[in-house]
């Protein structure tokens, strides 16, 4: 070194700092990279997204590298710093050199390219992949040597690395991940994809329509009456009942009553015959299962059964499909005719009003975790039936009771604006 010229040192020093802040901007890019862009990025064939995926295949070598190379090259700049030092300030020039370079390598070696690449760093990691791959290829017995002692450290405390250990998103991080996409995804297209996630924890009982609510045709009835009935229906299928809706003959396709007979006897015969085999649903099916069933059976219309057989509710794709894309009409007061609202701001529901609508179409935070009705909100509140006028406070909201029955709650008044002054 002694032969070696001052300013030639000096250019060697500088060449050093540089390799430096590549080695740490490296570093900083190849761990700040976004994996899932990394691998879509590597299948469509990008050559610098597949080279950066392979050297993160194996974390442990592509660190061993990069701080093989990293401290290598900092002790030489600091040896070399040294002499350059004494030769311009004598002894006191270690520690002027020390200083010196230390305040050089934090800015320029590490901080900034750290920073730079932290914030693009695909634009640093792709590049330095195509000088990392062949570098490790040269080093690797010595890259080999420092992961065997490092594992062999880590065990020593507890720690097993396992290479083929991957990240995988949960349903919660996922979420975040589509709700932070922003302009990337519309912000309908968000609500579809997270709805599709809640898929899971949303079961039939909390979309079906109620048992008592279930229209559909009495095969006891008069044929008139039945024939008024299939032509003033809206629906596209009916369950057909005999007697009461606990006996189930099956379901009806309107397409296949459209040459029915006029004659009560043949009608009623030709009806029975058109009929098909209905679906039948556990109680406690998740969401995301049953659209897989209607899938499989070709179904768009399943009744929902207890554990003793007996039907509790219906429900149809559409109702499932609502979960996904939201209600086909805008309009609260004809999506949910329990609801009327009062000039007080309060508003009276119908005791039969479902929960999760009630959330979804007027933003109230229910619990919905128990019961599915109101009805069956206040009777779990109260572990009783209560009178007209009976007023309590659930889940902060008000709510009066002003028609009950002998078993049931009818309609009770909530208000959602003391709640909201209570909470300010």
């Known amino acids: 070194m002694n032969e070696v010229s001052t300013e030639i040192l000096s250019g060697i020093l500088f060449l050093l700092i540089l390799i430096s802040a590549f080695f740490s901007g490296s570093e900083t890019s190849m761990m700040a990279i976004n994996r899932y862009r990394l691998r879509h990025l590597s299948r469509i064939g990008h050559r610098g997204a597949r080279s950066a995926?392979?050297?993160?295949?194996?974390?442990?070598?592509?660190?061993?590298?990069?701080?093989?190379?990293?401290?290598?090259?900092?002790?030489?700049?600091?040896?070399?710093?040294?002499?350059?030092?004494?030769?311009?300030?004598?002894?006191?020039?270690?520690?002027?050199?020390?200083?010196?370079?230390?305040?050089?390598?934090?800015?320029?070696?590490?901080?900034?390219?750290?920073?730079?690449?932290?914030?693009?760093?695909?634009?640093?990691a792709y590049p330095a992949s195509f000088i990392l791959t062949p570098l490790l290829r040269i080093l690797y017995p010595l890259v080999r040597l420092i992961n065997i002692i490092t594992n062999i450290v880590l065990r020593m405390v507890g720690i097993k690395l396992n290479s083929s250990q991957t990240d995988h998103l949960s349903r919660e991080e996922l979420r975040t991940v589509v709700k932070e996409a922003g302009g990337l995804i519309p912000k309908k297209h968000q609500s579809m994809l997270t709805s599709i996630l809640d898929l899971e924890e949303v079961t039939v009982e909390d979309i079906m329509v109620p048992r008592n609510e279930i229209i559909g045709i009495n095969i006891e009835d008069t044929w008139s009456e039945i024939l008024t009935q299939l032509s003033l229906t809206q629906h596209t299928r009916l369950p057909v009942f005999s007697d009461n809706s606990e006996h189930l003959l099956g379901i009806l396709h309107m397409r296949n009553a459209i040459h029915l007979s006029s004659s009560e006897k043949e009608g009623k015969?030709?009806?029975?015959?058109?009929?098909?085999?209905?679906?039948?649903?556990?109680?406690?099916?998740?969401?995301?299962?049953?659209?897989?069933?209607?899938?499989?059976?070709?179904?768009?219309?399943?009744?929902?059964?207890?554990?003793?057989?007996?039907?509790?509710?219906?429900?149809?794709?559409?109702?499932?499909?609502?979960?996904?894309?939201?209600?086909?009409?805008?309009?609260?007061?004809?999506?949910?005719?329990?609801?009327?609202?009062?000039?007080?701001?309060?508003?009276?529901?119908?005791?039969?009003?479902?929960?999760r609508e009630l959330e979804k179409k007027m933003g109230w935070d229910l619990p919905l975790d128990g019961p599915k009705t109101v009805n069956g909100l206040i009777l779990e509140h109260l572990e009783d039936i209560p009178e007209a006028g009976t007023s309590m406070m659930i889940n902060g909201y008000p709510v009066e009771v002003t028609n009950a029955s002998e078993n049931i709650v009818r309609r009770v008044r909530i208000f959602p604006l003391l709640r909201k002054n209570l909470i300010d």
């Not at 350059?84 to 305040?103: E, N, V």
Request: proline fraction near 4%; hydrophobic fraction near 45%; aromatic fraction near 6%.
């Open 53 to 124: 995926s392979q050297l993160l295949d194996r974390p442990e070598r592509l660190i061993g590298l990069i701080l093989l190379g990293n401290n290598f090259v900092n002790i030489l700049a600091s040896s070399i710093a040294t002499i350059i030092g004494m030769r311009i300030f004598g002894d006191a020039g270690i520690a002027i050199a020390t200083g010196i370079l230390t305040f050089v390598i934090l800015i320029f070696a590490e901080v900034t390219p750290k920073t730079i690449a932290a914030l693009s760093p695909e634009r640093f």
């Open 269 to 355: 015969s030709e009806l029975i015959k058109a009929l098909h085999t209905p679906l039948f649903i556990p109680e406690g099916t998740t969401l995301n299962i049953q659209l897989l069933q209607f899938q499989k059976f070709k179904k768009r219309m399943g009744l929902v059964v207890d554990e003793y057989g007996d039907i509790q509710g219906l429900v149809t794709l559409e109702d499932l499909l609502e979960e996904i894309v939201g209600e086909f009409t805008t309009d609260v007061s004809d999506t949910i005719s329990e609801i009327k609202p009062q000039e007080d701001g309060s508003y009276l529901v119908e005791g039969s009003a479902n929960l």
